[in-house]
T-cell receptor, first 114, second 115 residues
Framework: ETGVTQSPTHLIKTRGQQVTLRCSSQ?????VSWYQQALGQGPQFIFQ???????GRGNFPPRFSGLQFPNYSSELNVNALELDDSALYLC?????????????FGPGTRLTVT | AQTVTQSQPEMSVQEAETVTLSCTYD???????LFWYKQPPSRQMILVIR??????QNATENRFSVNFQKAAKSFSLKISDSQLGDAAMYFC????????????FGTGTSLTVIP
């Protein structure tokens, strides 16, 4: 069984740029959630995708957007990067019928905005 | 909005001893789920244990057990026979049954295991 993978591992961007982060779900999982984890903080829910549509969103501005593909992989896009966007971005996948508690996390992408 | 509070930023325990990590939460829901996640230095978050609010019996997974006090909105994690591999950040998380798909995480407790 393949686990959740994310790419890239690390990324450095300049303020105002755009970034795309990628996530591959665990085999058999059809739901993907994205989280932002600032240094010293717990993960903050950005949004969730199910059946290629956004299925819930946290308190993040519209410049955070996402996609889910037919193979259930997902992208997180952030436009007009700000210094406060520097964080670890975590992806978690789950199965719809067990979405209540079976979330499996990827290793994360460390984004640094300078 | 639901909030999860972990009041112990750092904890330490001697190898083979027992340690308890605290978590409280605030919610108006009666049906929800609670979790403890472990995040080792490699960063991959791992589910340690979960508790469904409608179950009165405390969850147990090998050396890990919880003390769930619904009325007090408290959900502590007990680690018995602590091992060096238990050293990590531990996050308490909440998910309501009726509040969509959002998980709410606490700020974490950094656990050090002393050999």
């Amino acid at each position: 069984e393949t686990g959740v993978t994310q790419s890239p591992t690390h990324l450095i961007k300049t303020r105002g740029q755009q970034v795309t982060l990628r996530c591959s779900s665990q085999s058999g999982h059809n739901t993907v959630s994205w989280y932002q984890q600032a240094l010293g903080q717990g993960p903050q829910f950005i949004f969730q995708y199910y059946r290629e549509e956004e299925n819930g969103r946290g308190n993040f501005p519209p410049r955070f957007s996402g996609l889910q593909f037919p193979n259930y992989s997902s992208e997180l896009n952030v436009n007009a990067l700000e210094l406060d966007d520097s964080a670890l971005y975590l992806c978690a996948s789950s199965r719809t019928d067990r979405a209540m508690y079976e979330q499996y996390f990827g290793p994360g992408t460390r984004l640094t905005v300078t | 909005a639901q909030t999860v509070t972990q009041s112990q930023p750092e904890m330490s325990v001697q190898e083979a001893e027992t340690v308890t990590l605290s978590c409280t939460y605030d919610t108006s829901e009666s049906d929800y789920y609670l979790f403890w996640y472990k995040q080792p230095p490699s960063r991959q978050m791992i589910l340690v244990i979960r508790q469904e609010a409608y179950k009165q019996q405390n969850a147990t997974e090998n050396r890990f057990s919880v003390n769930f006090q619904k009325a007090a909105k408290s959900f502590s994690l007990k680690i018995s026979d602590s091992q060096l591999g238990d050293a990590a950040m531990y996050f308490c998380a909440y998910k309501g049954r009726s509040t969509g798909n959002q998980f709410y995480f606490g700020t974490g407790t950094s656990l050090t295991v002393i050999p």
